[in-house]
Structure formats: structure tokens, C-alpha cells
């Protein structure tokens, strides 16, 4: 038995409606992923943080991540770019999907949607800042809910969480909204054994 093509209003079967189509009708808005690496250690919740290397947000602290290629998905972005930044290896690390972040103006460059990644690895893995990172670290993170504290020797990086703002006019600050996305990152962690590593000092 021979099926008839369905057909639209136009009278188009899928076939001549996909090739009639005009794929710049609505703007592409760009997909880019980004990476909350998180370390247990002697009881410390840790979170890999990189100094960016270029424009926009040059020299400040950001997580690992980077754009979707066009012929990748975006798994494998997220895999791809944390090894170009922090030289971890695939095989080291499984990432989950936390969320996906589309404020409008949440890039200065043009309009981007990032989805966000989370994994926990082991500390012991070795890390090296390469492409569009300068410097890559590790930072004590420090919760109560309501601020959050990133330390490493003299850098300090503090904010109030309810809702998003720098505590003290000395901090340094984050890159983009990653803020936002560490924040949501420690709430889900929240009902984990590592929630005790997060509020093991409340203090900024």
C-alpha cells in the first residue's frame, strides 16, 4: 500500500517544506557550555576556577568553558573544552547537566546560552592551564546559604547569594553569571555528604 505525503495549509510535503525553508528567519542565538569542577579534600569542598586570558572579563576568575561547535553536541563540548582549559581528560571526570543559563544579556559579546556541567573529582588529578586560560586553581569554597566565599592564598572572592551581589568592595569578582551558577551548583548539593565540606566555615 502506497502512502500519500502528508501535506501542510501550503500544500507542501516535509520533503519540499524543509527545502523551501529559511533557516535565518529567527536570529541563532550562541551555545556555549561551562564546567563546575568540584574536589573533596581533607574534609574541604574545593571548585577549579581559571583566570580568563582574553576579553570579555580579562583577568578574572571564571569556569572552565568555551562554545559549541556546530558539529558537536553538547557533551561533548563540555568534555572538549575542559580539556583545552584545565588539561583534564575525559576519561578523569563524569559530567552531569545542572542547568541551562539564557538571560538575556548574560554575555556582553552577543546573545549566548550556556548550559552548565557538574562533576567531582579527585584533587590528586593534575591540572594545567592552557587556550583561553591563563591560570588555573583551586578554590576553598565556603557556604552558608546566604554568602558565598572562594579562597586561594591571597585571592579572595566573596557575595551575597539572596540575592546575586559582591559583599565587600574589596572581592574579586566572578566572570559572566557564574556566580549564579556556583550558587545553584551548592544547592544541589545540599542534601549530599559534601554539604558538610561546604559549611565547614561560614565566615568571608
Not at 58 to 79: M, R, S, V
Not at 80 to 106: D, F, M, W
Request: proline share 4%.
Amino acid at each position: 500500500m502506497i502512502m500519500t505525503p502528508l501535506k501542510n495549509a501550503k500544500g507542501q510535503t516535509e520533503e519540499e517544506f524543509l527545502k523551501a525553508y529559511d533557516a535565518t528567519r529567527y536570529p541563532c542565538p550562541a551555545l556555549s557550555v561551562d564546567m563546575l569542577i568540584f574536589a573533596r579534600y581533607n574534609n574541604r569542598l574545593k571548585l577549579l576556577l581559571i583566570r580568563r586570558k582574553n576579553h570579555p572579563y580579562i583577568q578574572q576568575w571564571a569556569l572552565p568553558g568555551g562554545f559549541l561547535n556546530i558539529d558537536e553536541d553538547i557533551t561533548e563540548a563540555a568534555y572538549r573544552e575542559l580539556k583545552e582549559e584545565t588539561s583534564i581528560n575525559p576519561e578523569q571526570v563524569h559530567l552531569y547537566q545542572l542547568h541551562t543559563y539564557g538571560a538575556v544579556h548574560r554575555d556582553p559579546r552577543m546573545r549566548v546560552i550556556s548550559v552548565a556541567h557538574v562533576a567531582l573529582i579527585n584533587q590528586e588529578i593534575k591540572v594545567v592551564a592552557n587556550d583561553d586560560a591563563e591560570d588555573t586553581v583551586w578554590f576553598d569554597v565556603q557556604s552558608d546559604g546566604n554568602t558565598l566565599t572562594l579562597k586561594h592564598k591571597d585571592h579572595s572572592i566573596c557575595y551575597n547569594i539572596k540575592p546575586i551581589c559582591k559583599k565587600e568592595s574589596n572581592s574579586e569578582a566572578l566572570a559572566f553569571d557564574h556566580v549564579q551558577m556556583i550558587a545553584d551548583a551548592l544547592q544541589s548539593l545540599e542534601y549530599t555528604p559534601l554539604a558538610d565540606s561546604v559549611r565547614a566555615d561560614k565566615s568571608c
